[in-house]
RNA sequence: GGGCUCAUAGCUCAGUUGGUUAGAGCGCUUCCUUGACAUGGAAGAGGUCAGAGGUUCGAGUCCUCUUGGGCCCACCA
């Protein structure tokens, strides 16, 4: 073939990816007697645009699935995106913000309509990245979690968990951001270490003494502060249990209640309570009876409860309280201190605790489905250590918080009187903590599933639906079998759940992984995968997180441009080991990109010459006619072909590709087309055409085993060879009748004495186009110099090459010395360099390699003579070290020998 | 406060059950451009495997501790 030198990927990555999909190549083969594998996506985020972490992560699955496709597998990968409720919501409403406008001007229905046609226009951004990442995904099966059938099974599932008293409305304490202005779960909250205050302030006695300081890390919530603890045992306040204080600035009357749970060590050993503000005090506040004062509003800004604060910002009310407090001489003192504070995990607002009614999932009954997945159903992590932070988040579940004051996702399928349900929400809000806060829905007028004709409780018919939506992962925990068509029994369904394996990030174990597998359990009673193949986070050199401000970014897509999608997953492949984060730099992609040259290359030195066509099975050639090179690259091959499969199977993607890389760069490039070159230029022409058939035949298998990794390169050669798709390629499996010890042993022999030759030429700075002499001194198997004189001569920069017993050594001679192996004993290699060796410089490096070899002799000369070591260790390990002992025994006498020659 | 993880060549990292002389890529040094590939070829330099102790005939590998990075979880305000 006569093409360029340089691989260049962008013409043919469009073009077959095309074609591919076109051919309906990404499908499962309804022929295929083979079983189904199947993978469902981490489904990206509708507004998700391609980086590192999806490069990696769909790189990997695409790999497992392009494997198991041509192993034979039913393979199926089902892609689809996520409506991501907070981060779709919030990206529409800053292009509503550019337009001057909100979602509230808007109204409900328009503002849903604006983020429909914001996912019409830009939705599919990130699936056709994901394309060109080469993802191997059947795009007929593409799921959508908004989509009919997802919102079905969404639905489905709520009132399922419903009807199981799995579901209930409740007023608490939950993760509020003032900014998306909705409930979060526990979950969605990121905390992070911030360099704060711990202020003590005085809260004087009602009855005019000088109370006791409490030390608080939020001055702001003292206004909703209900009461004030201490240790029962503590003495400092023992006087002043069941007193009462004057809270500063309102001067509200607050109890001192005595409770254990305080811990006398911290602060000044007494707390503030708000239960309102904070989930401790919520905690205390319930377990005393106590009333909770709302101080603030859903902005986060203080509200008519705060007196003379009303109306302000939270911080900027910290500050002005601390003003007022420090004014009136109740500022006690201030130290530095560092807490976890709680940010949104999509816009990274401090998250406020606001007590407020909404929807929950029981935790627990589901938490033991997930433990049981792994103790009884064979659920597996890989790396497996992610198991016990699997179990221990299970062990330790807190309700899930699923309803979400936005308008972007699935509407709760709940319906209020609007007679009875803001009544009882009223009488609740009013009641101390001590009620029961779950909502008794029948009283409250709450009514499940479709809209009812009437309330239950007052039999009123002005009912409305629940203004909220569910958590985005609350449609993310069905994926598994919702895009296999659930709650309809399809044939999918029943053919690929459960499927076989998750390829994700450790980032989303509790959010994602956890769920999925609770919720399979739940709902079909079968976990919905049984591997989970945790891969680690990208990071960039030094340590650091990828980000956008820290502009640290690298772009997989730019990538791409760059080097080629085969260069940018062949190089992800090669750094991934087994769980371990990936640091990254833009010089690593020059691995893959060196890589597809170097197959590039080959392929055209293979395709170029003649050959009989590799479909010309059975093999046309006698065994016993293939020179020793074929048989070698054929033994070698077949060891490539296991040691492939079995890493893949492990999951182990840089072993394979080393071993890839390994096979086709340093044996099949560096020695074996050396050496085929030269057998073609003998003037054999069937001789020519058998190497022609033999490099075929190891590229094409090359081919196979790369197209996991580099699906474009591999096929866009491929189809040099042969019309069919390279996708319905089988994967290979070794050949027995190539596995050749014999072939191995007797090539290491000429390898190694090439490299010699080599290593002395270089030593002495022979010029490149200088022959030399090689006399070879040894008795048995120096026949196979004769047979292979032709490229060893070649390989080496050998004129004249002889091989006998007794030969002269001629002054001025480098030498080596081969130890014995095999069916060879000791060979000296003799080179003689007559004016090229300077004798100081020979004796030198002959002491070197005595010195070295010394050594290793005195190492194993003391284990030997080690009486434990011969009684402990294995017979056979001690024979192998009294072996190797001999053996450098004799390779010292002849490096010494030789030493003795040049005196 | 609990847990996980990392520390191996100048840099970035491999090293499956403990067993001869610890590997790769990049970088570096020397040499090589008559056609597969300079995104290349040949040769080479470079490591007391973070430190200390232990188990073992034998430890980069297993155990304990220390030091120094990174991460996750946690209701000390």
Not at 24 to 37: L, N, Q, R, T, V
Not at 292 to 316: C, H, K, L, T
Not at 445 to 468: F, M
Not at 796 to 804: C, H, N, S, V, W
């Amino acid at each position: 073939m006569s093409s360029p030198s340089a691989y260049n990927p962008h013409e043919v990555e469009a073009r077959w990816y095309r074609q591919w999909e076109a051919g309906g190549c990404f499908k499962p083969d309804p022929s295929s007697s083979g079983s189904p594998f199947a993978i469902v996506i981490p489904p990206p985020n509708v507004t998700g645009i391609l980086h590192m972490g999806h490069a990696l992560n769909n790189t990997l699955q695409d790999i497992v699935i392009r494997f198991k496709r041509m192993q034979g597998h039913r393979a199926l990968w089902v892609p689809g995106t996520d409506h991501a409720g907070i981060a779709t919501q919030n990206v529409v409403e800053r292009q509503l913000a550019k337009e001057k406008t909100t979602r509230h001007q808007l109204g409900r229905e328009e503002f849903v309509k604006r983020v429909w046609a914001w996912r019409q226009e830009y939705g599919s951004t990130i699936v056709q990245q994901l394309r060109r990442l080469g993802s191997s995904c059947d795009w007929s099966r593409e799921r959508f979690t908004m989509d009919e059938g997802l919102s079905q099974a969404v639905e489905t599932a709520f009132l399922e968990l419903y009807r199981a008293g799995l579901i209930y409305r409740g007023y608490y304490l939950v993760n509020w951001c003032p900014r998306c202005q909705t409930a979060l779960s526990d979950e969605e909250v990121q905390h992070e270490e911030i360099q704060g205050h711990l202020y003590h302030i005085r809260y004087p006695s009602a009855a005019g003494g000088e109370g006791l300081v409490v030390a608080t890390t939020r001055p702001e919530t003292l206004l909703g502060d209900v009461a004030v603890a201490v240790h029962p045992e503590d003495e400092r306040y023992r006087s002043l249990a069941g007193k009462t204080l004057l809270l500063p600035i309102l001067k509200r009357p607050l109890k001192v209640i005595a409770d254990p749970v305080v811990d006398r060590a911290f602060g000044t050993g007494a707390v503030k309570v708000t239960p309102a503000h904070d989930p401790v005090d919520f905690l205390f506040g319930q377990r005393h009876g106590l009333e909770a004062i709302r101080v603030m509003s859903a902005e986060g800004r203080m509200n008519e409860q705060a007196g003379p604060y009303a109306g302000m910002d939270r911080f900027e009310c910290r500050e002005k309280i601390l003003e007022d407090l420090a004014a009136q001489g109740l500022l006690v003192k201030t130290e530095p201190h560092t807490s976890a504070v709680g940010h949104c995990y999509r816009c990274k607002t401090v998250v406020e605790p606001t007590l407020s009614p909404q929807w929950f999932v029981k935790m627990a009954p589901l938490a033991k489905l997930g433990i049981e997945a792994v103790e009884k159903d064979g659920l597996r992590f890989v790396p497996e250590r992610w198991t016990k932070v699997y179990l221990d988040w299970l062990a330790n579940i807190r309700d899930w918080c699923i309803s979400r004051q936005i308008w972007w996702g699935h509407r709760i399928p709940a319906w209020y009187c609007r007679h009875c349900y803001p009544a009882f929400l009223e009488k609740q809000e009013r009641g101390s903590l001590s009620d029961n806060l779950k909502m008794d829905e029948a009283q409250a007028g709450i009514h499940v599933g479709s809209k009812p004709a009437a309330c239950r409780h007052c039999k009123g018919t002005d009912l409305v639906q629940d203004e909220d939506v569910l958590d985005t992962w609350f449609s993310s925990w069905l994926w598994p079998f919702s895009t296999l068509g659930w709650p309809r029994e399809t044939e999918d369904l029943r053919t690929f759940y459960p499927t076989s394996l998750l390829v994700t990030g450790q980032d989303i174990i509790f959010f994602w992984v956890a769920r999925m597998v609770m919720a399979g359990k739940f709902f079909l009673k079968k976990i919905p995968f049984r591997e989970v193949y945790i891969h680690g986070i990208i990071r960039v050199e030094g340590g650091k997180k990828m980000s956008k401000s820290l502009g640290n970014i690298i772009d997989p897509l730019q990538v791409i441009d760059r080097m080629g999608t085969d260069a940018l997953r062949f190089s992800i492949a090669h750094m991934t080991s087994e769980g371990q984060d990936l640091y990254l730099a833009e010089d690593k992609f020059l691995l893959g990109r060196n890589f597809a040259n170097k197959l590039w290359n080959a392929a055209r030195l293979i395709l170029d010459s003649p050959s009989l066509p590799v479909s010309q099975s059975p093999i046309p050639f006698n065994p016993r006619s293939m020179t020793l090179a074929d048989r070698w690259i054929l033994n070698r091959l077949q060891r490539a072909i296991q040691e492939t499969t079995d890493a893949l199977n492990s999951y182990r993607f840089n072993a394979a590709s080393r071993i890839l890389y390994q096979f086709l760069w340093h044996e099949f490039c560096d020695w074996y087309l050396e050496i085929a070159k030269l057998q073609k230029e003998g003037g054999d022409p069937s001789l020519a055409q058998q190497t022609g058939f033999i490099q075929r035949t190891v590229l094409e298998a090359v081919l196979r085993l790369l197209h996991p990794f580099m699906p474009f390169i591999t096929e866009e050669i491929w189809q040099k060879l042969q019309p069919e798709t390279l996708m319905r390629a089988p994967w290979p499996t070794p050949n027995p009748a190539w596995i050749d010890p014999e072939a191995e042993e007797l090539f290491g022999r000429l390898d190694f004495l090439v490299t010699e030759v080599r290593n002395i030429r270089a030593f002495f700075r022979v010029p490149a186009k200088e022959k030399v002499t090689l006399l070879v001194q040894g008795r048995k198997g120096t026949a196979l110099l004769k047979e292979h004189e032709n490229w060893l001569k070649r390989l080496a920069g050998i004129g004249e090459l002889t091989a006998d017993e007794k030969l002269k050594r001629p002054s001025g001679s480098a030498v080596s010395h081969l130890p014995a192996a095999g069916p060879f004993d000791a060979w000296d290699l003799v080179v003689p360099l007559a004016g090229l060796v300077n004798l100081d410089v020979e004796r030198k490096r002959i002491e070197k390699e005595i010195e070295a070899l010394q050594v290793r002799a005195k190492a194993k000369r003391s284990r030997l003579a080690d009486s434990t070591f011969r009684s402990k260790a294995p017979p056979d390990v001690i024979a192998e070290e009294e072996e190797s002992l001999k053996e450098l025994g004799a390779q010292l006498a002849k490096w010494q020998d030789s030493l003795k020659q040049i005196q």
